[in-house]
């Protein structure tokens, strides 16, 4: 098969000695029953028959004819496209147009809705925020709200954020995201440190020994992967901590932190006023959204009855944890504006198409030509076709060159051989 698809002038060559060597051994048998030599080469010519009907037979018969047609349908429609440069580069612009405005929506959009939070079950993460009656305002949770049980969820944990100083004696002091974060937070994601331990109950207890969890990049970075880091003291704020472990890459949870430190109860966030804790939890096994927000709500309604001054008509929202996520709320707009570009790309198609009808009008004579010498309509409609797919690989190589001149300050040589 690849012989006869890439080695097209060694077979015709082949098929040519073969057919001459039968003529000859026609005319051979035809001298030795007397007949002159001339026409023993005349009638052993035309006894065979036509040489060029013969050959287009056995090409029909190769296994790989198809995709010699296909090959040739393919040049064909380059030599067109190259011949009408004019309408090559409308086609190839309208196209290129419409293809990268939805590239470029579809990487916005995909990005923004699947925001990595470094969970592999981010889908039974709910969070638990405060809410008015009208659900219309949020807030966060206080450390006394955030101690209830609730039966729905496999466990509820807290943080919240601040900005915090690194310092020890290996580098610079760097500025870093710090998570403050309940014990039983990383249980609650299912996640575990890459190395050493991470945070205990006895942790978040008042007098207890400050410590400190690192990201893998603030590892990698700052420590060079050094796993003797564990047990080492480093300061937070001026606050003197023991690392006792590492976050394996990737997991960044709750929002890109880069350190975690134990949520320690103090005296303002006994007070049940202050709302200063973003909860989240994870559903337990066979548990709706809706049926962990129905018990959430009664449970604010409960406090909303037995401490009136600090919890009067507020109630609670549980909500999928990628709400978390700013762009989340865009979601419609985004997929709005995915449809938009959607509708400019069926325009360019559109127009593209107008294109070809009116360029096949004008070939209406050659087309009218070869259905009178012979042409069957399928291959006609197969080369049409292998013209459009032409037509259609051109925008990547329009965008691929423009990245290039664009990388490079210029034209370069290889978009030039292109």
Request: one cysteine or more; aromatic letters at 10%; glycine letters at 8%.
């Amino acid at each position: 098969m690849a012989t006869g698809l890439f080695r097209r002038g060694r077979v015709e060559q082949e098929m040519d000695d073969e057919i001459r060597g039968h003529i000859r051994e026609r005319a051979e048998d035809l001298k030795r029953a007397g007949v002159a030599e001339e026409e023993a080469e005349r009638r052993a010519r035309i006894e065979f028959g036509g040489v060029e009907r013969f050959k287009e037979e056995c090409r029909e018969a190769l296994v790989v004819s198809w995709l010699d047609h296909l090959w040739r349908d393919l040049r064909f429609g380059l030599r067109m496209s190259m011949k009408s440069p004019g309408f090559t580069a409308a086609a190839v612009i309208a196209l290129a147009l419409g293809i990268g405005a939805d590239t470029a929506m579809y990487s916005i959009v995909n990005g923004a809705l699947t925001w990595d939070l470094g969970l592999e079950n981010r889908d039974r993460i709910v969070i638990v925020s405060s809410t008015n009656k009208q659900h219309d305002q949020d807030w966060t949770v206080s450390y006394p709200d955030f101690r209830g049980q609730v039966k729905s969820l496999a466990g509820l944990a807290a943080y919240r954020f601040e900005p915090v100083n690194l310092s020890d004696q290996s580098a610079l002091p760097e500025r870093y995201y710090c998570a403050q974060m309940s014990s039983n937070g990383f249980s609650v994601v299912q996640q575990k440190p890459l190395l050493g331990r991470d945070f205990i109950p006895a942790d978040e207890q008042p007098g207890a020994a400050p410590v400190v969890m690192l990201g893998y990049h603030v590892w990698r970075d700052r420590y060079a992967q050094d796993p003797g880091i564990i047990g080492k003291t480093v300061r937070v704020d001026e606050v003197p901590r023991v690392v006792i472990g590492v976050m394996p890459a990737g997991r960044r949870f709750p929002e890109e932190t880069d350190l975690w430190v134990p949520l320690v109860a103090d005296e303002a966030r006994e007070k049940r006023d202050n709302r200063e804790l973003m909860l989240f939890g994870r559903l337990g096994d066979g548990v709706k959204l809706a049926t962990a927000r129905s018990e959430v709500e009664a449970i604010a309604g409960r406090l909303a009855a037995q401490y009136v001054d600090t919890n009067k008509e507020i109630t609670a929202e549980v909500r999928p944890i990628m709400e978390i996520t700013g762009v989340y709320f865009m979601k419609p707009l985004f997929l709005a504006l995915f449809a938009a570009v959607g509708f400019v790309l069926l325009i360019a198609c559109a127009d593209v198409a107008n294109m070809l009808l009116a360029r096949a009008a004008e070939r209406a004579r050659e087309i009218s030509i070869r259905v009178a010498i012979g042409a069957g309509r399928i291959p006609i409609l197969r080369q049409v076709l292998v013209e459009s797919v032409v037509l259609s690989f051109w925008p990547e190589d329009f965008w691929d060159c423009w990245w290039r001149w664009e990388g490079c300050g210029g034209l370069t040589a290889e978009w030039a051989r292109k």
